[in-house]
C-alpha cells in the first residue's frame, strides 16, 4: 500500500501540471457560434427578419407616450435660471438621491407642489447635475467630427481588447494614451469647429476610483499586515485539493460576496488569491479558476442596487424611486437562474480541467453528486493532504513558541472589515467607507510595527558566521562619533508603493475615450436605428429581447454605466421596470467580452500582476459569449415572467 508521500510522486499528481492539448476549432469557438445564431433566430422568429412582426402600440403605450411628450413640453417651457439652479442644485444637496428625496418631500402640500417638483426634478437632473446624466451635444458636431472620433475610438478599443497584438505598453499605457488622444484631437476639432468643447472633466466619473483606491488601500493591509491573519484564512477557506469543488467554492463566495458589497471590490480582493491557490497546485491553466470569479461576479452583482455602479446609477436617475427590498425581489430569480447556469457551463466547458481523468459528463455528475473520485483526483488528495501535513509540522516548528489562534492584530482586522460591511449596508458613500478603512488599516500596521513588531537585525557576519563588531567611526581628531538614531521606514516608503496606481490610470482613459464617443450621438442614434418600432415598448414582450440584446452589445462597445446614463437622457420617464431589465442586461453583458465590464479588467490586471497572464480577451469569449447568452435570455424571461416593480410611471400618473 502506498503512502501519502509516495502518491505524490506518482505521475497522476503532476498531470495538472502538464501542458493540456490545444483545442480545435469547433471545440473553441463553438458553443459561442451557437449560442449567437440561437439569439439571432429567436429574435428573427418573434419579431420578423424585418420586423413585421413588431406589434403596434397598445392603448397603455400610446397614453404613456402623450404624457411623457407633455411633461417634456413642460418642463422645456419653464423659465431656466443656470445661475441659480446650480446653486440650489449643487450648494443644498449633495447626490442625485438627495435631490430626489428633498422634491419628493416637498410634494406632500398641494398637487401643484407636486407637478412643480416633479418637473423641476426634472429640469435639474438634466441641466444642472450634469456629473452622471448625458448631455447631448450631437448636433454640434461636422460629419467629419463625428466620424473622426468614432475611428479613434473603435482603434484603441481594439487596442484594449488585444493589447498584445500591438507594442508592449499595457492596458493602463494604452487607455491613457488613448484618453489624451481623444482630449487633443476633440480640442483640434473644436479650434477648427468641426466640434464641441470637450468637458473631460465632466466625463471622468471620480466615484469609481476614488472607490478603487479605498479598496485597494484596504486590500493591501489586510494582506500584509499580519502572516496567518484574515487575508490567509480567507485564501485558505477557498482552497480544496479536488478542482470543481475549488471552482465550485470561488463563484459561490464571488457571487455572494458581489451582492453584498460590490463586484469590483470583490475581483481586486481575490484575484491574487485565485492566481496563489493555481501556483499553489500547479495548475498549467488557471483560466477557469480565473472565470469562476470574474463572471460569477458579475452576475451576482446584479442582486442588490449596490452591487455594481451601474446599479446605484439607475437607483439614482430612475424617474420613480426604487427600493432596496423592491430591486432585489425583482432580481433574485435571474440571477439564481444565470448562477445555475454558468456554473453548469462552466464545469461543462472545462470538464478536462475540473474533472481530470473524467471520462465525460456522466462520470462527472457521478463525481459531483454520488462522491465517486477519479484515480488521478485520489492522487492529488492524497498529495495534498501530505504536503498540509508536512507544512503544519514546519509551521509548529517554527512558531513553537508563539502564541496560537487569533492574535489581537487578526481580531482588529475582522472588527474593521465588519463596521465597514455595516457602513456599507447602512447606505454610507462606500468611497469615503472604504478610504477610511484603509487609513485606519494603514494607522494599525505603522503602530504595530513601530511598537511590536522586532526590530530588522543588521548584524553582519563574517564568512564562518560569526558576528562582526560594528564599525566604528572617527572624525579628523581622533573623537569615536556615535552612530545615529535608526531612521523609521515609514508607509509611504513600503506599503504605499504597492497600490496600483496603473489600474487607476486605465480607469481614466476609459472615461476620456467613452465620453468623447457618447458625445457624438452614434451610440444614441444605433440604438434608435436598431429599435425601430420597438423603441416605445422596449421592455414589453417580444420586444423585450430584442432590446436586452442592443443594451448588451452597447455596453461592450460604449460601457454599461453610459449605456445608463444615455437611456436615462433618452426615456427620461422610464418605469421602474424598465430599469429592471435594463439593470439586468447591462450587468450580464459584463460577461460577453473583456471590456464588457470593469470586473474583468481587474481580474486581468491583477492577475497579470503577479505573472498569470492566462486571462486575455481571445480566451475569455469562447466561454463569455455563449454562457452570458444563455444567462441573459433565461433570465430575462424570468424577469418578464415574475417581477413585482410597477410597469407603469406612478410619479408621471401612467398608473
Not at 145 to 170: D, E, H, Q, R
Not at 220 to 247: A, H, Q, T, V
Not at 544 to 566: D, E, R
Request: proline residues 5%; negative net charge; hydrophobic residues 45%.
Amino acid at each position: 500500500m502506498m503512502s501519502p508521500l509516495d502518491v505524490e510522486a506518482a505521475p497522476p499528481a503532476t498531470m495538472e501540471a502538464a501542458v493540456p492539448a490545444k483545442p480545435t476549432f469547433g471545440r473553441k469557438w463553438g458553443p459561442a457560434l451557437l449560442a449567437i445564431a440561437v439569439v439571432v433566430a429567436i429574435n428573427a422568429a418573434l419579431l420578423g427578419p424585418t420586423g413585421s412582426k413588431i406589434p403596434a402600440l397598445s392603448e397603455r403605450h400610446e397614453m404613456a407616450r402623450d404624457l411623457r411628450e407633455a411633461r417634456t413640453q413642460a418642463v422645456l417651457d419653464m423659465d431656466y435660471d443656470p445661475e441659480a439652479d446650480l446653486n440650489r442644485g449643487r450648494d443644498s444637496v449633495s447626490t442625485l438621491r438627495d435631490v430626489r428625496r428633498s422634491l419628493s418631500a416637498t410634494t406632500s402640500a398641494t398637487n401643484t407642489a407636486d407637478s412643480d417638483a416633479v418637473m423641476e426634478y426634472t429640469r435639474r437632473r438634466h441641466r444642472v447635475l450634469g456629473d452622471y446624466t448625458h448631455v447631448d451635444v450631437s448636433d454640434q458636431f461636422t460629419a467629419f467630427g463625428k466620424w473622426s472620433v468614432t475611428v479613434i475610438y473603435f482603434a484603441y478599443w481594439v487596442f484594449l481588447m488585444f493589447p498584445n497584438w500591438f507594442l508592449p505598453i499595457g492596458r493602463p499605457g494604452i487607455a491613457l494614451g488613448g484618453g489624451l488622444t481623444m482630449v487633443v484631437w476633440r480640442y483640434i476639432l473644436f479650434v477648427t469647429g468641426q466640434g464641441p468643447v470637450f468637458d473631460a472633466e465632466r466625463v471622468i466619473i471620480m466615484e469609481p476610483l476614488f472607490l478603487l483606491f479605498g479598496l485597494m488601500l484596504t486590500t493591501i493591509y489586510l494582506e500584509k499586515m499580519e502572516r496567518g491573519g484574515l487575508f490567509d484564512k480567507l485564501r485558505d477557506s477557498l482552497d480544496d485539493p479536488i478542482s470543481w469543488k475549488r471552482s465550485a467554492k470561488i463563484m459561490a463566495m464571488s457571487t455572494i460576496g458581489s451582492a453584498a458589497v460590490m463586484n469590483d471590490s470583490v475581483v481586486l480582493i481575490f484575484s491574487g488569491v485565485v492566481v496563489d491557490l493555481c501556483v499553489r497546485h500547479k495548475v498549467a491553466n488557471s483560466l477557469p479558476y480565473l472565470l469562476s470569479l470574474a463572471t460569477t461576479a458579475n452576475i451576482g452583482s446584479g442582486l442588490t442596487m449596490t452591487g455594481n455602479p451601474q446599479n446605484i446609477l439607475i437607483v439614482s436617475l430612475a424617474y420613480d424611486d426604487i427600493g432596496w427590498a423592491e430591486f432585489a425581489s425583482n432580481m433574485i430569480l435571474p440571477v439564481i437562474a444565470a448562477s445555475i447556469i454558468n456554473t453548469a457551463m462552466m464545469f461543462i466547458y472545462y470538464g478536462s480541467e475540473l474533472f481530470p481523468g473524467s471520462s465525460g459528463m456522466v462520470e462527472n455528475f457521478g463525481i459531483m453528486f454520488a462522491g465517486k473520485k477519479t484515480p488521478e483526483m485520489l492522487a492529488k488528495e492524497n498529495a495534498y493532504y501530505a504536503r498540509q501535513a508536512a507544512v503544519k509540522e514546519a509551521v509548529a516548528e517554527e512558531t513553537r513558541d508563539e502564541p496560537t489562534g487569533w492574535s489581537i492584530w487578526s481580531k482588529l482586522q475582522i472588527i474593521v472589515v465588519m463596521v465597514f460591511l455595516v457602513f456599507f449596508a447602512l447606505g454610507f458613500d462606500v468611497c469615503v467607507v472604504s478610504i477610511c478603512a484603509g487609513a485606519l488599516l494603514m494607522v494599525m500596521a505603522a503602530y504595530k510595527r513601530q511598537h511590536y513588531d522586532p526590530r530588522p537585525d543588521n548584524t553582519e557576519y563574517d564568512a564562518e558566521g560569526n558576528p562582526l563588531p560594528i564599525k566604528k567611526t572617527y572624525d579628523m581628531d581622533g573623537n569615536e562619533i556615535e552612530p545615529e538614531e535608526e531612521e523609521l521606514v515609514t508607509e509611504s516608503e513600503t506599503t504605499l508603493t504597492e497600490v496600483d496606481y496603473g489600474l487607476l490610470m486605465l480607469f481614466i482613459g476609459q472615461f476620456l475615450l467613452i465620453g468623447s464617443f457618447d458625445d457624438t450621438g452614434i451610440p444614441q442614434a444605433f440604438f434608435s436605428v436598431t429599435m425601430g418600432g420597438c423603441a416605445d415598448q422596449m421592455t414589453s414582450v417580444p420586444c423585450v429581447y430584442w432590446f436586452v440584446m442592443i443594451v448588451t452589445i452597447l455596453s461592450n462597445v460604449a460601457s454599461n454605466v453610459p449605456v445608463v446614463q444615455m437611456l436615462a437622457a433618452t426615456f427620461p420617464y422610464a418605469t421602474p421596470y424598465d430599469w429592471m431589465q435594463v439593470s439586468f442586461s447591462a450587468t450580464i453583458a459584463g460577461n460577453l467580452t473583456m471590456l464588457g465590464s470593469a470586473a474583468n479588467m481587474i481580474v486581468a490586471f491583477q492577475a497579470a500582476k503577479v505573472g498569470d497572464r492566462t486571462f486575455t480577451s481571445e480566451r475569455h469569449a469562447p466561454f463569455g459569449i455563449p454562457s452570458c447568452l444563455a444567462c441573459l435570455y433565461a433570465g430575462t424571461f424570468l424577469l418578464t415572467m415574475v417581477h413585482f416593480s410597477p410597469e407603469c410611471s406612478e410619479r408621471l400618473g401612467e398608473c
